[in-house]
């Protein structure tokens, strides 16, 4: 029964995911999720009750997997080995998430400010990035971090309307984070 439920949320998700990159986040309803799913809106309530609910899950994915990054990353000792694994890990992340969401959350952030999804990824964003230039950061190998994890960020957010597939557009965002990481 569980995995039902969660293939059933996995779907739900999917769907919305399509609809808000189709439409846009403000102008996709509960109702026409439920709709391209083929199933009520009762039944999409057992899951989601909203839109923010739906998107709150999807950041959560995100979250966790910075989380798992940064956890790994306490455990092991700093320098350049890790901060290139850092950038590895978080490139594998985000691609793995899809540029559609990447998109999504770039695109409205106004929307999902309320929501508090942006402070809260933005304060793991900048943990990674000093993880990266530890065990002596100077404002200039911070900064070299923070510009690597964006060239990974940037990759899957700002680049839909270059034609490369994801794996040319992650070689390349990898490749040039790490000559990034290379500077600190």
Known sequence: ??????????????????????????????????????????????????????????????????????????????????????VLRYGTLLHGLGKDMMRLFADNQAAFRDLGIGASLRYEFRELADLMAAPTPTPLSVFHARQALLAISWSVSMMGDVALDDDQSRTAATSIALDIVARM
């Open 1 to 86: 029964m569980d995995k039902r439920r969660s293939d059933t949320r996995e779907r739900i998700r999917a769907a919305a995911m399509e609809l808000f990159a189709e439409r846009g986040y403000e102008r996709t309803s509960l109702r026409e999720i439920a709709e391209q799913l083929g199933v009520t809106k009762a039944a999409l309530y057992y899951h989601f009750r909203t839109k923010e609910d739906i998107v709150v899950s999807l950041a959560e994915d995100l979250r966790r997997g910075v989380d798992d990054i940064m956890r790994w990353a306490e455990t092991t000792p700093p320098g350049p080995a890790r901060a290139r694994e850092i």
